[in-house]
């Protein structure tokens, strides 16, 4: 609430100027050593792979680490949504956006395009123009529509380290843009 917020202004400030209040501090932590071990994994399939993570996978992982480590209690500890928030508050983790990578500059595109265009135009202009529709006449004309259709990973956000580059790895380049299209012949 705003008010709690007007109250607390002081103890903002002084924790600003003593350095007391930290980004990824939070209540004590059960198992340590474990989310040490999930936070490396975390930074290899995330900087190093560049593979999508969501809270269900931090869950899942961390369970099988607690399997795998059997420490006192386990048993009973619940990876929760909350256990999830306070280990990416802990850990600096936020939910961000794919950067976008471009592999080929669009100065080494360009001299294809307008080739591209040119041939197209030739084309156009060698084919003969119907009297009543132009120079399409209804033999050739077509409807056609486009659905977008990704074929590469399920999304474009995932949990990130903060300050790292959020890239995520995709099996070939622009598999994200492509797109089905229909051609309906009637």
Same mark, same amino acid.
């Given at each position: 609430m705003v008010t709690r917020w007007y109250e607390k202004t002081q103890t903002f400030q002084d924790a600003k100027t003593t350095k007391q209040l930290k980004i990824g501090t939070g209540r @004590?932590?059960?198992?340590d050593l474990e989310e040490q071990m999930l936070f490396d994994a975390v930074f290899v399939r995330r900087q190093l792979l560049g593979l999508w993570i969501d809270r269900y996978w931090l869950q899942d992982e961390f369970y099988e680490i607690l399997t795998m480590t *059997?420490?006192?209690g386990w048993k009973?500890?619940?990876c929760s949504n909350g256990w999830v928030s306070g280990f990416c508050r802990r850990y600096c983790i936020t939910q961000q956006a794919r950067s976008n990578k471009k592999d080929v500059p669009a100065a080494v595109k360009e001299p294809l395009? @307008? %080739?591209?265009? @040119? *041939?197209?135009l030739e084309l156009q202009r060698s084919v003969r123009s119907d009297p009543l529709y132009g120079r399409f %006449?209804?033999?050739?004309?077509f409807h056609a529509d486009q659905s977008p259709c990704e074929w590469a990973m399920p999304?474009? @956000?995932t949990l990130n380290i903060q300050g790292t580059p959020c890239w995520m790895w995709q099996? %070939?380049?622009g598999l994200d843009k492509r797109f089905i299209t229909f051609h309906l012949c009637i």
């Amino acid at each position: 609430m705003v008010t709690r917020w007007y109250e607390k202004t002081q103890t903002f400030q002084d924790a600003k100027t003593t350095k007391q209040l930290k980004i990824g501090t939070g209540r @004590r932590v059960t198992y340590d050593l474990e989310e040490q071990m999930l936070f490396d994994a975390v930074f290899v399939r995330r900087q190093l792979l560049g593979l999508w993570i969501d809270r269900y996978w931090l869950q899942d992982e961390f369970y099988e680490i607690l399997t795998m480590t *059997q420490p006192e209690g386990w048993k009973d500890f619940k990876c929760s949504n909350g256990w999830v928030s306070g280990f990416c508050r802990r850990y600096c983790i936020t939910q961000q956006a794919r950067s976008n990578k471009k592999d080929v500059p669009a100065a080494v595109k360009e001299p294809l395009i @307008r %080739s591209f265009h @040119r *041939q197209m135009l030739e084309l156009q202009r060698s084919v003969r123009s119907d009297p009543l529709y132009g120079r399409f %006449s209804p033999l050739r004309m077509f409807h056609a529509d486009q659905s977008p259709c990704e074929w590469a990973m399920p999304g474009k @956000r995932t949990l990130n380290i903060q300050g790292t580059p959020c890239w995520m790895w995709q099996p %070939s380049t622009g598999l994200d843009k492509r797109f089905i299209t229909f051609h309906l012949c009637i």
